[in-house]
């Protein structure tokens, strides 16, 4: 009867403790959904043959992935998105409605939650492993290479079907938003960094310890870190 009793209470703690990780995470879905949205409202810059502007998406986007790691930061993006393609005028310009892929900004709009997929898989991967400057390094690194692989080409061809633009002038146009994105991942790293050493359970809700252990840490404080992680992975996959 003691063992039973015992049992029910382990099981309720866990089913609150389950409960409040999934509202802490859709809280972060929605805050940082609604963060690219503040975003997209800064005034853009059309540039190019195209007209497609730049603006402080990229950032936002970038960011996600970086805080929220993959999954979630994928959520808060394709939250973004979803609320714009129904009509939200959250996009660039204050633009809404389905509309929106029939424009030239419609392939780098639909890379988006790629994008942040992409990136915090990276971070995810890189802040197991690394510290200091070579997390910084790595961090950059991933997140402006999962532009470059997806936001860019896909940008490029929305640009070429909807603008009527030849791939290789579109893909000349997408080169004047190189530099901004360099900069704009470069402030995306250092802000991810800032908030993982001020927060940092933000992605171990997923079984990720958010800095990799020291070389001063004990073996027992290591292994009990490990086998920490190692169960969250377990609630994770299921």
């Known amino acids: 009867m003691s063992h039973a009793h015992t049992a029910s ?6 089913g609150r403790r389950n409960s409040v990780g999934q509202a802490g995470d859709i809280a972060l879905i929605a805050v940082f959904a609604a963060l690219l949205a503040a975003f997209a409202i ?44 129904l009509g939200l005028p959250i ?4 633009s809404g409605g389905i509309g929106v892929l029939a424009g030239p900004s419609a ?22 492993r690394f510290r200091g400057s070579k997390l910084w390094i790595a961090l950059f690194v991933g997140a402006l290479g999962s532009s470059l ?15 009527d633009l030849p ?6 146009a997408d080169l004047v938003y190189w530099p901004g994105d360099i900069i ?6 250092s802000v991810a960094i800032l908030i993982h050493r001020a927060f940092p359970d933000v992605l171990r809700r997923r079984g ?20 920490q992680d190692a169960d969250s992975e377990g609630t994770a996959a299921q």
């Open 42 to 85: 800064m005034p853009p810059i059309p540039v190019g043959p195209a007209g497609v502007p730049i603006t402080l998406q990229t950032f936002a986007i970038a960011l996600c992935g970086l805080v929220l790691g993959p999954w979630r930061g994928g959520a808060a993006v394709l939250l973004y998105v979803v609320l714009g393609l």
């Open 91 to 94: 996009f660039s310009g204050m």
């Open 184 to 189: 704009k991942n470069i402030l995306a790293v």
């Open 208 to 227: 990720v310890p958010t800095m990799a252990p020291t070389a001063q840490s004990g073996g027992a404080q290591s292994a009990g870190a490990q086998s």
């Open 9 to 14: 209470t382990t099981s309720a703690k866990v």
């Open 167 to 172: 791939l290789g002038v579109a893909a000349v």
């Open 107 to 128: 392939g780098y709009i639909t890379s988006f939650t790629l994008y942040a997929l992409a990136t915090g898989f990276v971070a995810r991967w890189a802040i197991r």
């Open 149 to 163: 692989l997806l936001n860019h080409p896909l940008g490029i061809l929305g640009m070429s079907i909807n603008a």
